[in-house]
């Protein structure tokens, strides 16, 4: 399958392929809102709770969701003002994870129960639906295919190849399960970087006998991961599957989660979390208990004063506070970025020996060097739009990032969307790259929810005007 567009600049500092532990502290912080929604606590104040105990829930179209407890031990609820609140656990001695969920009748698990147990062991939201453009419904939702990604290349998220060597065999079982999630017919579909390769052969060979699986090579390069983008890849490279098709993505530490729930009763209890970037001394994945203090995770590595610490990965990662922020359910990644305040004027023309671009100026195209220099320095002025054509030529959706930031400029909104604003997949490499250091994503994010808001107003006109005639 081939990207078009896309990029991937080398940057220092990449997590080494070892997992180390990081001992469970006495602590930890349950953040109550998970992919968009807010969980409201069903545990009291002082309560004692077992591991894999519900601490919080939601109700969701066909059933609920729930935040299991990572650990045993007595919880508190501090409440925030117009905030969802903070589960805090004081932490029992830790033992062995043993399963909580009945794993006896494995064999003859019904779909249903499949669910409810995804579901309740806080793993349902790990998958993504093309239907519903986010969690899949827990009614009787039946995917045409699910895809099982294995490359996350953005800058520097937890790797699909170290969770692989790390939890073969579980990641098998997890597929084995998904089989039964599927549509009749349905198929597994597997990203790889080398499907001819050991990796690939190998998990053929597991696998031998389970749902159909096709293997798809994909180049490493960034936003490959992107779940509307790996939809439109499979159409591409298979006929038979129509835009109406719904499929399902789930990545690696997400197959983990569902082959450990089903096979041996285990909740999700934790992460394994790449730390990197230029600012840290030692780059590594972590296996880390959820609701860790993200300071704990810095116990053995040096970080540069003035470090910005990010929430995900360069591209789409978000600042966060390493002493009032925690793990939370979905990390893998916390990207450690020097923090540059002053501006370096016109230093974006300048070539270098240890800066990278996606502009062929630069002395690291020869060398082959990392990118050391990468910080939140924003490089010279804010400049308006020197139509270099970069943007376009890096888009992954072949959209006129150019044009589309001109129109939404002029407040055109009906012209951006005819040339395409919904099928920006908010990857933000046009913002990353453009010369201009215009915020071009921010920009086309908020324009898409003013155009949702306008298309939702005009369907209930319509809807009124209906029920008037
Ligand atoms: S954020 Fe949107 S417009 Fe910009 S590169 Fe990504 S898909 Fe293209
Ligand atoms: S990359 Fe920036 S400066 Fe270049 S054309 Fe796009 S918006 Fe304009």
Request: aromatic share 8%; net charge neutral.
């Amino acid at each position: 399958m081939k990207v078009w567009g896309s990029y991937l600049p080398r940057i220092a500092g990449k997590p080494s392929g070892v997992v180390e532990e990081v001992a469970v502290p006495e602590k930890l912080y349950i953040n109550l809102q998970r992919g968009g929604l807010i969980y409201a606590p069903v545990v009291k104040n002082g309560q004692d709770v077992k591991f894999g105990q519900a601490l919080a829930e939601v109700q969701v179209e066909g059933g609920k969701l729930s935040l299991p407890s990572p650990v045993s031990g007595k919880v508190f609820i501090k409440e925030k003002e117009d905030l969802p609140s903070i589960i805090i656990i004081e932490t029992d001695e830790p033992k062995a994870e043993e399963g909580v969920y009945d794993t006896s009748r494995l064999k003859h698990i019904s779909r249903e129960e499949i669910r409810s147990t995804l579901s309740s062991s806080g793993i349902w939201p790990f998958f993504w639906s093309s239907e519903t453009g986010g969690i899949p419904s827990l009614d009787d939702e039946r995917p045409r295919a699910i895809i099982v990604n294995f490359l996350l290349s953005e800058p520097f998220r937890a790797r699909g190849e170290v969770i692989l060597k790390r939890s073969w065999r579980i990641i098998m079982e997890g597929i084995k399960f998904l089989d039964r999630l599927l549509a009749d017919y349905g198929t597994i579909e597997i990203i790889l970087t080398a499907p001819h390769g050991p990796v690939a052969r190998t998990i053929y060979k597991d696998l031998a006998g389970f749902a159909c699986v096709n293997f798809h090579p994909v180049q490493p390069l960034y936003p490959v991961e992107n779940n509307m983008l790996l939809k439109r890849m499979l159409r591409k490279v298979s006929s038979s599957f129509k835009k109406e098709d719904n499929v399902w993505v789930i990545d690696a530490q997400g197959v983990e989660a569902v082959g450990a729930c089903l096979s041996g009763g285990i909740p999700l209890y934790q992460r394994v979390v790449a730390v990197g970037g230029p600012a840290l001394s030692d780059p590594k994945h972590l296996s880390v208990r959820i609701g860790t203090p993200v300071k704990d995770l810095l116990k053995d590595s040096k970080s540069g004063d003035g470090t910005c610490v990010l929430r995900g990965g360069l591209f789409l990662g978000n600042p966060v506070d390493p002493d009032r922020d925690y793990v939370n359910f979905d990390d893998d990644a916390f990207f450690f970025l020097p923090e540059v305040k002053k501006r370096e004027f016109l230093s974006f023309l300048r070539p270098g020996f240890n800066r990278t671009s996606y502009l062929p100026a630069f002395a690291t195209v020869v060398t082959r060097g990392d990118d050391t220099q990468v910080s939140t320095s924003l490089r010279g002025e804010i400049r308006p739009c020197v139509a270099c054509g970069l943007c376009e030529s890096i888009c992954p959706s072949g959209l006129l990032p150019q044009f589309l930031h001109r129109y939404l400029f002029n407040g055109d909104l009906d012209d951006a969307e005819k040339i395409g604003l919904n099928l920006c997949i908010g990857c933000n490499l046009c913002t990353y790259i453009c010369p201009s250091k215009i915020e071009l994503q921010k920009q086309f994010a908020l324009a898409k929810e003013e155009l949702k808001a306008e298309h939702e107003e005009a369907k209930a006109i319509l809807a009124r005007k209906n029920t008037h005639d």
